[in-house]
């Protein structure tokens, strides 16, 4: 079985149904089921975090839930049926349904996942009432780097295009490498992807519990990470470029665009970026605001590639 396509068929299947919960003050059966419950479902080696909520209603219990992780928020659990020390709750929208039993010396319902043939153990634990935890805006600092690193790796890019004639802009060294052209047009495709999937939805995911909050360090490694072009990586298929840039001005005024709104955001936004943040599979775990140094570094990136065409053999003068 492909585990990839397994763990994510469960992580689709996580942004769209959810589990339940329920209270208690001793070992025994919980009485009442209203109320946050926090879970971690495990699939192939990647945690995603849950929490549930759950609400009395006059016909009985109902419940929503959150998958931080996906930054999904408010998803509706079809059924929340209670059975003595048994709960039960199905998708069935999705095939999905989680049995658990509660375990009085874990104080915590412990069962399964279940979706088709898929099975992942998993376990509801009472989520302790918190602290609020301050909004904090960015820093001056912090704003003035991001926005001169944004406006430093922008201006990189239009230095590289602009004079370029027409057989310049769609040479390509072999028919495996890109043009000029297609390295811009994957810049604009990537910036239209990612900003929005940051500004709308990895700020709203909570730092785990315990997770410092990041600082320059992290900034650093990030652009390290990402301009070192001995490390090889292969583009997602909805951002890999088509020829669509005719001219260069055509790249120039759509590229300066997406860029212009991340800018203008990043200026203005008084967004924890700080605060919130989600796990890369290159470097682990970054907050919103590594994220935007992370999508600014990947204009430095392929600034250096774009300098490789020029000095490829064959390339027009």
Not at 17 to 43: H, Y
Not at 97 to 110: A, K, V
Not at 167 to 196: A, G, M, N
């Amino acid at each position: 079985m492909n585990t990839k396509r397994v763990a994510h068929r469960v992580a689709i299947a996580l942004a769209l149904a959810a589990l339940s919960g329920a209270a208690f003050s001793q070992s025994g059966p919980p009485t009442d089921l209203v109320g946050d419950w926090k879970a971690s479902l495990e699939v192939n080696g990647t945690k995603l975090r849950l929490v549930f909520h759950v609400t009395q209603t006059e016909s009985g219990p109902v419940a929503s839930f959150d998958s931080l992780d996906q930054g999904a928020f408010g998803l509706p659990v079809d059924s929340v049926l209670r059975d003595g020390t048994r709960l039960h709750f199905e998708m069935s929208k999705l095939s999905a349904r989680f049995d658990g039993e509660w375990n009085p010396s874990t104080l915590q319902f412990e069962g399964q996942w279940q979706q088709g043939s898929n099975r992942f153990p998993l376990s509801l634990k009472r989520a302790p009432a918190t602290a609020v935890v301050p909004s904090l805006p960015m820093s001056d600092e912090d704003r003035q780097f991001l926005l001169g690193y944004l406006k430093k790796t922008e201006d990189g890019v239009i230095r590289s295009i602009a004079h370029l004639s027409a057989s310049q802009w769609t040479y390509k060294p072999d028919p495996s490498r890109w043009s000029i052209e297609e390295c811009v047009e994957h810049l604009v495709l990537e910036e239209r992807t990612l900003f929005p999937a940051i500004t709308q939805k990895v700020v709203k995911i909570p730092l785990p519990d315990g997770q410092a909050r990041a600082n320059r360090e992290q900034d650093e490694r990030i652009i390290q990470f990402m301009t070192d072009r001995s490390q090889k990586v292969s583009a997602g298929e909805s951002v890999v470029p088509h020829g669509k840039l005719a001219t260069v001005e055509e790249g120039i005024a759509q590229f300066s665009k997406v860029r212009g709104d991340t800018i203008e955001w990043v200026r203005t936004t008084q967004v924890d970026l700080r605060g919130h943040g989600t796990a890369n599979p290159s470097l682990h775990f970054l907050d919103a605001y590594g994220y935007l140094v992370l999508l600014s570094a990947h204009s430095a990136r392929h600034t250096a590639q774009m300098e490789e065409v020029k000095n490829a053999p064959g390339y027009p003068k």
